[in-house]
């Protein structure tokens, strides 16, 4: 086998092809319901100044009603 030069090599392009999402599988990101999003997601949030991030995980849990939820790392700026 002949090395060559990556001038000399022949490429080929590749495209991922449309599909259509199947609806009994999963949903259309713009279509998918609010607590989907809440469920698998993260809340992007500016935290203020004062309270821990501990007690702001506690109000997001309790605002939302849910079991788990937690920060990657500190929230202060």
Same mark, same amino acid.
């Given at each position: 086998m002949k090395?060559? &030069?990556?001038?000399?090599?022949? +490429?080929e392009t590749v495209?991922?092809?449309k599909?259509?999402?199947d609806a009994t599988i999963g949903y259309d990101p713009y279509r998918r319901p609010i607590d989907f999003h809440i469920r698998f997601g993260v809340v992007n949030l500016?935290? &203020?100044?004062? &309270?821990s991030s501990h007690e702001v995980v506690a109000w997001?849990? +309790?605002m939302l009603e849910l079991q788990h939820a937690g920060?990657?790392?500190t929230l202060d700026a």
């Open positions: 090395l060559l &030069p990556p001038w000399e090599m022949e +490429r495209s991922k092809a599909a259509e999402t500016d935290k &203020p100044p004062g &309270p997001v849990k +309790r920060h990657g790392g």
